[in-house]
């Protein structure tokens, strides 16, 4: 068995997750049997909705904190009807407005809050309940109870003290007992004193063997309980993002990436590492040896996979550039707009499609009627994009990091020229310069006025200047190594029960 350990999860995920969600579908593929656990709460939504959106079958993934029940993943099929058979027989008047629907009962100011899945179903994700003014409880459900919070008032403010997690059958599982960031969790057998040491309880709990597999895509505040507790079993670790500060690194010390530090630290314990690509690895294991003296087994396995070559039934949309990336200040979406907008005094017809969603997503659109371009530049939202890129003529990325980049396979997998700055490691991994789009140098004190001036003369250079035909055919070539047939062998020499041989570390720490 294979078990992933990651943090959380959300609509709008990072690349570590979409890069599990692709190992999750290469697993299968390989006949290997695999768990995703998520260890963050989540009181907003739940779990199975947004990994299913990703793609994670419900049998696969597994939530910390309902480990400890026989509550399975799975949708929200609670109902109002069901609700209201607990009210035992009380007068209580119903109002609702989209997905938010009310209750209220004679009395002491008493009433329900309920959110609810969507603005149209009847189907119940958590009931906040008021009594005399003051919260006092928040139960959350999906085809049961699964848990409820308890809050007492203090300073004015609701305060949460319980958590109280439920089985199918409505007893009580355990309790987390918290204070602030203080927290202890209540079993009938057991007390547990912290987080970390439920996360390794549960690792105990898996009876691991050698023939069983960890995987950890983040290791804060978790990787020490995974280390403790799960051997005898093979340990690795996926490095997704650039794993150190280059800032931070003077000689004779380095300032590693604080997701990674502690599995870096205990690197005799750890089977294999896995970066995204061949420059990371051999950067990586440069300095292990220079900064730890070790000497580890590194692995380039992609984070992704392309079931297949993406070739446009018509033909491409002229002059279109797309871009997919959250909405988020270091994706310098920001950029790509005064880039394009510039880019259209010399190429009128020059349009801009961004996909996905952030917190950036309300500036954005301003920024889009400011500079009048409402009818060129559009934010399409988070879609499927899986027969969309070959629509466009190129992809243009306006991140200054990128560990991998899987919108950059994407694109290159649909024969996309890619525009995009020269930093470590995605961009020069798809990025051959002049032959299949433009990297683009780049200074720690390069400003963002110089940063735009160089997009918008790439933009206007591979419109104007560049053999298109012979940048998709390159791009294609580029992508071959990343179908799904390739990655699935890499991943499984990486899990066979044995160490990198020096072959291995003499080629790269390719498998």
């Known amino acids: 068995m294979i078990y992933n350990f990651n943090l959380g999860v959300s609509w709008a995920s990072s690349g570590v997750e979409y890069a599990q969600a692709y190992r999750a579908k290469i697993f299968r593929k390989l006949g290997q049997d695999a768990r995703f656990i998520f260890t963050n709460m989540f009181p907003r939504e739940n779990i199975q909705h947004m990994t299913e959106h990703l793609g994670f079958l419900d049998s696969e993934v597994i939530w910390l904190y309902s480990f400890f029940a026989d509550v399975?993943?799975?949708?929200?099929?609670?109902?109002?009807?069901?609700?209201?058979?607990?009210?035992q027989n009380r007068n209580f008047t119903f109002a609702r407005k989209g997905k938010t629907a009310r209750y209220t009962f004679p009395g002491n100011n008493n009433f329900y809050t309920v959110y609810l899945t969507d603005d149209k179903g009847n189907l119940v994700h958590r009931v906040e309940m008021v009594s005399n003014g003051c919260l006092v409880r928040k139960d959350y459900f999906t085809y049961c109870r699964i848990y409820s919070e308890y809050y007492a008032p203090l300073d004015k403010k609701a305060h949460l003290y319980l958590r109280r997690f439920f089985r199918e059958d409505g007893s009580v599982a355990y309790d987390e007992i918290t204070d602030n960031d203080e927290v202890m969790y209540q079993f009938s057998d057991r007390l547990i004193c912290s987080k970390e040491e439920l996360v390794g309880h549960l690792v105990s709990c898996l009876k691991l063997t050698k023939e069983d597999t960890v995987l950890i895509d983040?290791?804060?505040?978790?990787?020490?309980?995974?280390?403790?507790?799960?051997?005898?079993?093979?340990?690795?670790?996926?490095?997704?993002?650039?794993?150190?500060?280059?800032?931070?690194?003077?000689?004779?010390?380095?300032?590693?990436?604080?997701?990674?530090?502690?599995?870096?630290?205990?690197?005799?314990?750890?089977?294999?590492?896995?970066?995204?690509?061949?420059?990371q690895n051999r950067l990586f294991r440069k300095q292990m040896k220079e900064y730890l003296n070790a000497e580890p087994c590194v692995v380039t396995i992609p984070v992704g996979s392309l079931k297949e070559l993406k070739y446009p039934r018509k033909e491409r949309r002229r002059h279109s550039l797309i871009t997919a990336a959250r909405l988020v200040k270091?994706?310098?979406?920001?950029?790509?707009?005064?880039?394009?907008?510039?880019?259209?005094?010399?190429?009128?017809?020059?349009?801009?499609?961004?996909?996905?969603?952030?917190?950036?997503?309300?500036?954005?659109?301003?920024?889009?009627?400011?500079?009048?371009?409402?009818?060129?530049?559009?934010?399409?939202?988070?879609?499927?994009?899986?027969?969309?890129?070959?629509?466009?003529?190129?992809?243009?990325?306006?991140?200054?990091?990128?560990?991998?980049?899987?919108?950059?396979?994407?694109?290159?997998?649909?024969?996309?020229?890619?525009?995009?700055?020269?930093?470590?490691?995605?961009?020069?991994?798809?990025?051959?310069?002049?032959?299949?789009?433009?990297?683009?140098?780049?200074?720690e004190k390069m400003e963002k006025r110089e940063r735009v001036q160089k997009l918008t003369e790439c933009i206007v250079r591979l419109f104007t200047e560049a053999d298109l035909e012979a940048f998709h055919r390159h791009a294609y070539r580029k992508a071959r190594k990343f179908l799904t047939e390739e990655v699935e062998k890499k991943w499984a020499d990486a899990l066979k029960n044995e160490a990198c041989t020096e072959k291995t570390a003499a080629a790269g720490g390719r498998v």
């Open 72 to 87: 399975k993943t799975a949708p929200v099929t609670y109902t109002l009807e069901q609700l209201e058979r607990t009210f």
């Open 218 to 279: 983040r290791t804060t505040g978790i990787g020490q309980a995974i280390l403790q507790n799960a051997a005898p079993a093979r340990i690795g670790i996926i490095i997704h993002a650039d794993h150190f500060c280059e800032k931070g690194t003077k000689e004779p010390t380095i300032l590693w990436n604080n997701y990674y530090e502690y599995a870096f630290s205990q690197h005799k314990h750890i089977s294999f590492y896995v970066t995204a690509t061949d420059a």
């Open 330 to 443: 270091e994706k310098h979406v920001d950029w790509l707009i005064d880039a394009v907008a510039a880019a259209r005094e010399q190429i009128p017809d020059l349009s801009l499609d961004v996909y996905g969603k952030g917190g950036e997503e309300i500036n954005l659109l301003e920024q889009i009627k400011q500079r009048q371009c409402e009818s060129c530049i559009r934010l399409c939202g988070q879609q499927n994009l899986d027969d969309v890129y070959q629509n466009y003529e190129a992809y243009v990325s306006g991140s200054t990091s990128e560990g991998f980049g899987l919108t950059l396979m994407e694109a290159s997998g649909a024969g996309l020229p890619v525009i995009g700055f020269d930093v470590r490691y995605g961009n020069p991994t798809f990025i051959d310069d002049g032959k299949n789009g433009y990297l683009i140098a780049v200074h």
